[in-house]
């Protein structure tokens, strides 16, 4: 859904997104939905012993953030997913910071988190304080499924 509204509906030519994920296993997972999802768009994982390219040229790249972190330049990024939920500041800010500046277009950092689970809540508020001044814009939404609901599918697709 987050690819949806954020990076395919306002793509361009060239356009790049970045989902973080906090574990190899995700990463495949994560990969293995897009590839099908979205079969007209090139995707990469950048984990393990990916090459650097995996990280640079696809149009949707899954990551992690300690795989994908300081020192790394996006041509043209603007969607970052994060699904994982990060306490630190500095680490939240650096994935916030990959999105740059693109003249007449806005860059859209997302991040996860499930009202159910009361540290992801309290990750949350915090991040909402943190990001206050460095981006121009937030919102909250909320996705319509449960903890325990990912698991069933719509159309024969695993629901992440």
């Known amino acids: 859904q987050q690819i949806d509204t954020y990076y395919e509906k306002t793509y361009k030519d060239g356009d790049k997104c970045l989902i973080y994920v906090t574990t ?4 495949d997972t994560v990969y293995n939905y897009v590839v099908q999802t979205y079969p007209k768009r090139s995707v990469s994982t950048y984990v393990r012993n ?7 040229k696809p149009d949707i790249r899954i ?9 790394i ?6 969607t970052i997913i994060m699904t994982c939920n990060i306490k ?3 680490s939240n800010i650096q994935m916030l910071g ?10 859209y950092f997302v991040y996860l988190a499930c009202t159910d689970i009361k540290k992801h809540m309290n ?9 206050k001044y460095l981006v121009k ?4 939404e909320y996705f319509p499924y449960r903890l325990g609901d990912w698991y069933k599918t719509s159309k024969g697709r695993t629901l992440i």
């Not at 190899?24 to 990463?27: D, E, G, I, Q, R």
């Not at 990750?123 to 990001?131: A, D, I, N, P, S």
């Open 123 to 131: 990750y949350h508020t915090e991040k909402t304080k943190l990001l």
């Open 73 to 78: 330049d996006i041509p043209q990024l603007t």
């Open 24 to 27: 190899n296993a995700m990463a």
């Open 98 to 107: 990959r999105g740059r500046v693109i003249a007449d277009r806005d860059v």
């Open 88 to 90: 630190s500041d500095k």
């Open 137 to 140: 814009k937030q919102k909250t």
């Open 63 to 71: 990551s992690s953030p300690i795989k994908c972190k300081s020192a």
């Open 50 to 56: 990916d090459p650097y390219d995996n990280v640079i």
